[in-house]
């Protein structure tokens, strides 16, 4: 599934710069970082409602909707910044095996 991942990178970079009008990517980097970011907010607090739908109904659907749309907004947003999402995957990599418990108590600060 991490294809998934590979593909959508590759139209995101070919669309950084694409025509605002045709793509939909292209407009959210047109109108700049703080749309970009708006939209992140915006549908992390929508995956949070369908969570608390969920919870209360055991219907998924929607969650997994609104999750991948924040995915990809999120996406999005690091692609604005010239990163993606194998630095992203790296870290999750590093820190395969270590417990946060343990994590957060090696913390200096
Ligand atoms: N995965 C996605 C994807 N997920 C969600 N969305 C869009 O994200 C938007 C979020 O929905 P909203 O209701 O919040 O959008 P909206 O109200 O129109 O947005 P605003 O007016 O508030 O900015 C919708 O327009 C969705 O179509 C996506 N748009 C594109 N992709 C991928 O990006 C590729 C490139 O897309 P284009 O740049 O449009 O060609 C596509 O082939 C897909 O693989």
Redesign the pocket.
């Known amino acids: 599934m991490c294809d998934v991942l590979e593909q959508?990178n590759a139209?995101?970079q070919e669309?950084r710069h694409?025509d605002a009008n045709t793509?939909?990517?292209?407009s959210l980097h047109h109108k700049g970082l703080n749309?970009i970011l708006e939209?992140v907010g915006?549908?992390a607090t929508e995956t949070l409602l369908a969570a608390k739908d969920a919870q209360h109904s055991g219907q998924l659907d929607a969650l997994v909707y609104e999750t991948?749309?924040l995915w990809?907004?999120s996406l999005v947003m690091l692609s604005h910044l010239g990163a993606d999402h194998t630095q992203v995957l790296q870290e999750l990599q590093r820190r395969l095996g270590t417990s946060g418990l343990v994590e957060k108590a090696q913390r200096t600060s």
Do not use: I, P
């Open positions: 959508l139209l995101l669309r694409a793509s939909y990517v292209a749309k939209k915006e549908e991948a749309d990809f907004h």
